[in-house]
């Protein structure tokens, strides 16, 4: 299926491609209810009758053990390799710290904790229960070492892994590295079809959160609507669990991060309730907030929602 062919699908027109935004200074990093009706237009609930009986997801994390589905059942996948794993995380790496000793046989995960993109493979790499083979490293991004860019990674940004003596970098292909040539559960498709729109899926993440960013600066809230409206058709395309491809896989790691800072951002700035309307889009919420693998991984929404404030409320 090509990607106009996608776009049909989901009732969308094409938006431009752009790259994906992986550095420090993107958009995504902190620096230092509307009804959302068929049209894609946002109502305010004062100036329609339109009632919402979605409630938003719960802004606190839901721990929950799902059993892993199995081939042929029609179950939810969460991270039941994650499970039971209690991991201490380390404190950020400043410009004051000691480097780790590079390239001398240990796998590492430089990341992030604020960064949404070194977030998805953090995600994947839990998921996997891949935490004693994978050592997490986070950069602090607002006080990064200098031996980072020199000694790890030229580039400069998370995520990159350290594995094989090489650094490999940008998030989309990094959670396929890690479930192409790591064990756990595997979570890329086998089915043709379903491989092919997780590609043109994969295509439309930066598209995705570029539109919704748009209302977040004052640009109005169409496009943004469209945007979900968007993910809400693709959630529709398999009927073999609430996730993307039906069951759990790649794509809702790629996305995860992203609608976990836009929902209470938008909910409380903008009173614009992402559920509203969209049945598969909260059932999809739902459903992440009892994936463990997730859940280790996600920010207090509070913070989200301040660190987004300080960057674009004198654009409202």
């Not at 790890?152 to 003596?165: D, G, I, S, T």
């Amino acid at each position: 299926m090509a990607m106009a062919a996608l776009k049909a699908l989901v009732g969308h027109t094409s938006y431009p491609s752009s790259s994906l935004l992986t550095s420090s200074s993107d958009i995504f990093t902190p620096s230092a209810p509307l009804c959302v009706c068929r049209t894609s237009r946002l109502i305010r609930p004062a100036d329609s009758a339109t009632v919402c009986l979605l409630r938003p997801p719960a802004p606190e994390p839901v721990l929950a053990r799902v059993a892993l589905a199995r081939p042929g059942r029609r179950a939810s996948v969460s991270a039941t390799m994650a499970t039971g794993v209690k991991e201490a995380l380390p404190p950020a790496l400043t410009s004051t710290s000691d480097p780790p000793p590079v390239f001398d046989g240990t796998t590492r995960l430089y990341i992030s904790y604020t960064c949404p993109f070194a977030q998805r493979v953090w995600i994947t790499r839990n998921h996997k229960g891949l935490q004693d083979q994978i050592k997490l490293v986070p950069i602090d991004l607002q006080n990064r070492p200098a031996w980072y860019k020199e000694k790890v990674y030229p580039a400069n940004k998370v995520p990159a892994l350290e594995h094989n003596n090489e650094v490999r970098g940008e998030s989309l292909d990094l959670i396929k590295y890690l479930d192409a040539n790591f064990g756990g559960p595997s979570l890329w498709p086998e089915d043709p079809a379903k491989k092919e729109f997780a590609e043109e899926l994969f295509s439309y993440t930066d598209t995705f959160s570029k539109s919704v960013v748009s209302s977040f600066k004052g640009e109005g809230d169409d496009q943004a609507a469209a945007a979900f409206d968007f993910i809400e058709n693709a959630l529709s395309k398999f009927e073999d669990g609430p996730f993307f491809l039906g069951q759990f896989s790649l794509v809702d790691i790629a996305y995860a991060p992203f609608i976990e800072r836009f929902t209470p951002y938008l909910q409380e700035v903008k009173s614009i309730d992402i559920t509203a309307g969209r049945p598969k889009l909260a059932t999809w919420i739902e459903e992440m907030n009892k994936n463990e693998a997730y859940t280790q991984t996600r920010r207090d929404p509070k913070e989200l929602v301040e660190s987004y404030k300080k960057r674009f409320a004198a654009q409202l």
